[in-house]
């Protein structure tokens, strides 16, 4: 709506200590429609504030705008009644209805979801489309939505597309609770297809001076689950040492730490990764501190009162080591999970099977691991094709490709 409302202030001329407002939108109902408001704002306000209590106002003016009677179809309306439904006069407003939404099917949810619908509520969604009732919600009043991301305020294409989401799964949320009738048709966008980002990974040799730089045992363990074991950070922060067994040689991935709290992995996600030989020496060589593999030293809460220790070690904490050891072996400091990406890339290089592949990133459909976490070029592609077709027996890593258990050690 910010593209279509435009609030001005001036010195009010009859009381030079109040502030004048001027609200100029467009007509909810009827685009051609301009609207203007002129009031005066409460006393003690400056230019700032009253413009932002005009804003305000200006959303009160726009919702009781869309329950003017109108013209439906060559039917009359009567007030409250909707446009698109004239007998179902008691649809709730977004805003209305997003606690419920938010009690109902975001709880269930992990708590880095619960966050991001949160924020996308907060930061987006409520400004352009709190005021406006489920039912009335179109493809209009979507795209005015990815307008003012995309245009006004220059956000990327994934996260503009991840907003109108929430929002699309919100309505059929709606639907489905009794919210919308059946048979009312959810509005849908069409979105432009975008070329794949370019994304860089490291070599082999790259990676190797990261494990290498580890000052001690406790960071060579940590560099060697992101590179010989694939995990994310927060299955990191999240490993406990029964989750380890090092006669066995494997660790069982169930737990992650998101945005500093401590919870179980997705679903699909969970389950037995191999260790390396040198993985298995870390940690038999770290002396453990606690029951989770890293351990705060001296760290506490920011969220917490009063403030106590944690029993695990944030996410973010260990990002920021593995930052600072990019920085020291001379790599780009892309962060840990490009780490992820680069030891799956390297083993698809090395013509280690899809499967394999999935199994050790843990994903609940191959698609994931194939089209986000294989960064192939089509050259690179041929090249191989091209080569299996010249001399089927010296393409590929034979470990991989004839059924047998493939080598986990990846960088040695």
Known sequence: M???????????????TRQHVDIHLTHPLDPAQPVRRRIVAPVGMDAVAATEWGRAEAFKLYRELCREPAKVDNVERKEGESPKHPNHNTVKTLAEFWPQFLAGHVAELKHSSKLNYESAWALHIREVLGPIRLDEIDEKLLSRLRKRMRQELNLSYSYTR???????????YAQSEGELPKGHDLPELTWAKQRKPKVEVYSREGLERFIAVAKNEEERALHLLLTDGALRIGECAGLMWKDISLSEHTMEVTRCVSRGVLQDTAKGEDGVVPLSPRLVEALRGYRPRGDFVFVPDGEYSPHSFPRERREYVLEGTLGMRVRRAQGLARLAVYGPHRIRHSVLTLLARMGVSPYALQALARHARMATTMKYYIHLNQGELAAQAVAALADPDAFGNAKATRGNTPEFTLLT
């Open 162 to 172: 991840q907003i109108c989401e929430s929002v699309s799964v919100a309505l059929r």
């Open 2 to 16: 910010r593209d279509e409302l435009e609030v001005t202030c001036r010195p009010y001329f009859k009381d030079r």
